[in-house]
């Protein structure tokens, strides 16, 4: 089947193109001698939500009817490739199934015991940090995930899970075995180990003060802000408030803060992803929503619509639009790049070259 994509193609940096067409399932400029269909609108490459969870839910591991129904949401509504950063389920089914946005996998989340919300990730000991992390960096594709800092019930606060030179050989053995780490961290305390370890990526980052952030930007380390979770800090706060009152007053003051946090990275000059921390506690398909607080935090929409699509494709890899790529695309009646309240409602959605 032959599409024509007949509005401005968003192809990458500064890259418009104007129109396209789609022939075998790919990209290319060069007019076929036959088309079928054509789809109007902006056309720009599908999003990517580099922190999502299929697989999961709020009591851990979901079956295959469900993490399949998780995958399509985030599909129809323009996330057609993911960073799973996580999870407990095997879905290595959904690479056969045509249908479902491309994964990449980070494996299980690494924790110590008792030291992270029960039935997620794979609970070790200090000692065998570099083992495993060894283990899930083969297991995965190419990101191992790390929990750095939790709630210390002793401490009645956030502390760091790992000590600095264990989390050092873990990082180091990740990449020994070809994987890029990635590290949940809310806590002050836990950035400064991640940075000197050789840290790839980092998610929430609430705790990051401007000397993080000048060293993530001056090293290319990318932040995802992860506005829909942090949302929920003062919920937690509000749990936690009555056992763990240091615990709570942290939480509620990075929920206070979140917008001027997240435009605090952007000026530092820290690249910055979209991620939407769904599965657990928040439900998916809401990149759009993601998307739109980064925007309401004081980033230009412009830099968020390439947060979400050719710029992370590039961080991680993928194929963008250029010619021959796997054809995977959103139409919007609209420019993103000026309303980013148009990402909520794709008109047309197209994976692996096909409309869905």
């Not at 690479?95 to 491309?102: E, N």
């Not at 001056?218 to 995802?224: D, F, K, L, M, N």
Request: glycine share 10%; net charge negative; charged share 25%.
């Amino acid at each position: 089947m032959a599409l024509r994509l007949s509005g401005p193609v968003l192809a990458g940096e500064d890259d418009v193109r104007d129109g396209a067409w789609v022939v075998d399932g790919r990209i290319t400029y060069a007019e076929p001698p036959c088309v079928e269909r054509t789809l109007d609108g902006v056309v720009v490459p599908g999003l990517v939500d580099v922190h999502c969870h299929v697989g999961l839910d709020s009591g851990g591991a979901v079956d295959a009817d469900l993490a399949l129904k998780q995958a399509l949401v985030d599909r129809d509504a323009g996330t057609l490739l993911i960073r799973d950063a996580g999870s407990p389920s095997d879905t290595r089914f959904l690479d056969a199934v045509d249908t479902a946005p491309r994964l990449i996998r980070a494996a299980r989340f690494i924790a110590r015991p008792k030291r992270y919300l029960r039935h997620y990730a794979r609970e070790i000991e200090v000692a065998d940090l570099p083992a495993v992390m060894a283990e899930e960096a083969r297991a995965g594709d190419g990101w191992v995930k790390i929990i750095a800092d939790w709630i210390d019930r002793d401490a009645g606060d956030l502390t760091p899970l790992w000590p600095a030179g264990v989390l050092a050989e873990g990082i180091a053995a990740a990449h020994e075995a070809g994987a890029r780490v990635t590290a949940h961290t809310f806590a002050t305390e836990s950035i400064d180990a991640l940075l000197d370890a050789g840290i790839d990526c980092i998610e929430h980052g609430t705790g990051m003060t401007a000397d993080h952030m000048a060293e993530a930007a001056a090293r290319g380390i990318p932040v995802v802000p992860t506005l829909l979770q942090v949302a929920n800090f003062e919920g937690y706060a509000a749990q936690g408030e009555g056992r763990f009152p240091g615990y709570a007053a942290r939480m509620r003051t990075m929920h206070e803060r979140r917008f001027a946090h997240v435009a605090a990275l952007h000026e530092a000059g820290v690249s910055l992803l979209v991620g939407t921390d769904a599965g657990g506690t928040i439900g998916h398909g809401a990149l759009p929503a993601e998307a739109a607080l980064m925007v309401a935090a004081g980033v230009p929409a412009g830099d968020v619509v390439a947060m979400a699509s050719w710029r992370a494709r590039a961080f991680l890899g993928v194929p963008v639009l250029e010619e021959g790529d796997p054809a995977d695309l959103v139409v919007y009646a609209e420019d993103p790049r000026a309303d980013i309240s148009v990402l909520a409602s794709p008109r047309h959605v197209v994976l692996r070259g096909a409309v869905v």
